[in-house]
């Protein structure tokens, strides 16, 4: 399957599995990237401060790292982690279902993956553009 998701914390659990897949599929398709692999890790703070740190050496907690292990021009392989618990902090202090936003932070994971930036005001509207688009997307399937 090319969407897989894994999570490394008990107090967590992914619903709408097989919607979610099928969705990051689209996403990709509809950017013109054959997706051959993603893999999605819901894991914790703690595990994604030391990969930020051991892989980027940045000394602070993020909600999303990916890495891409696929050439430009090849089909995408990729890995999101996504920590669980940035996710849930980010929800509350936004008002919003942790649910919602751990679904913009997939789709931010896999923006970036597919190219996307979010290093400056112009790129990080943008992105955030393409999110909700996707989230629209995604949500149109629920109903």
Not at 103 to 113: F, K, N, Q, Y
Not at 121 to 129: E, F, I, Q, V
Request: aromatic share 10%; with cysteine; charged share 25%.
């Amino acid at each position: 399957m090319a969407v897989t998701f894994t999570s490394l914390t008990r107090r967590f659990r992914l619903k709408h599995q097989g919607r979610l897949r099928r969705w990051l599929q689209q996403v990709a398709e509809a950017e013109r990237t054959p997706l051959r692999r993603l893999h999605v890790v819901l894991t914790s703070d703690k595990h994604l401060y030391k990969l930020n740190k051991y892989f980027l050496n940045h000394s602070y907690f993020t909600d999303v790292l990916t890495f891409q292990y696929s050439a430009a021009e090849q089909p995408l392989e990729a890995e999101v982690f996504i920590s669980v618990q940035r996710v849930a902090d980010n929800a509350r202090r936004l008002q919003l279902p942790m649910e919602r936003e751990l679904h913009r932070v997939m789709v931010h994971g896999l923006l970036h993956c597919l190219g996307y930036s979010d290093s400056r005001p112009t790129l990080a509207r943008r992105m955030r553009k393409m999110e909700d688009h996707y989230l629209e997307v995604l949500y149109r399937s629920f109903r």
